[in-house]
């Protein structure tokens, strides 16, 4: 059974954030995920918007996802980063 979109988001969201802690060695627990959104494209491709705030920046990814209804295989690009009004 494939999961709908908004289950996508939900279930893909923190492993996104620990992939991008992971590639900028930082901690995951500092950067809040403030919006996940996906559109579904065709067939198995999916494209969306990630939305992150870290150490007073606020950074826009781009997300490039295939699932076959069991696996996820991604690709993530940071597209836009600003401060951070107070």
């Known amino acids: ?8 988001e939900e279930d893909l969201g923190p492993s996104l ?3 991008i802690a992971e590639n900028y ?5 500092e950067i809040i ?6 559109v579904y494209d065709e067939g198995n491709s999916y494209s969306g918007l990630l ?12 997300i490039d996802l295939l699932y076959d209804g069991e696996t996820y295989l991604y690709e993530w690009e940071l597209i836009d980063e600003k401060w951070t009004s107070l």
Not at 1 to 8: A, C, K, P, Q, Y
Not at 25 to 29: L, M, T
Request: aromatic share 8%; no cysteine; charged share 20%.
């Open 33 to 38: 995920l403030n919006s996940f959104n996906l």
């Open 17 to 19: 954030i620990e992939d």
């Open 1 to 8: 059974m494939r999961l709908s979109v908004s289950e996508i």
């Open 51 to 62: 939305n992150t705030t870290y150490d007073g920046m606020q950074q826009t990814f781009s």
């Open 25 to 29: 060695d930082i901690n995951e627990s």
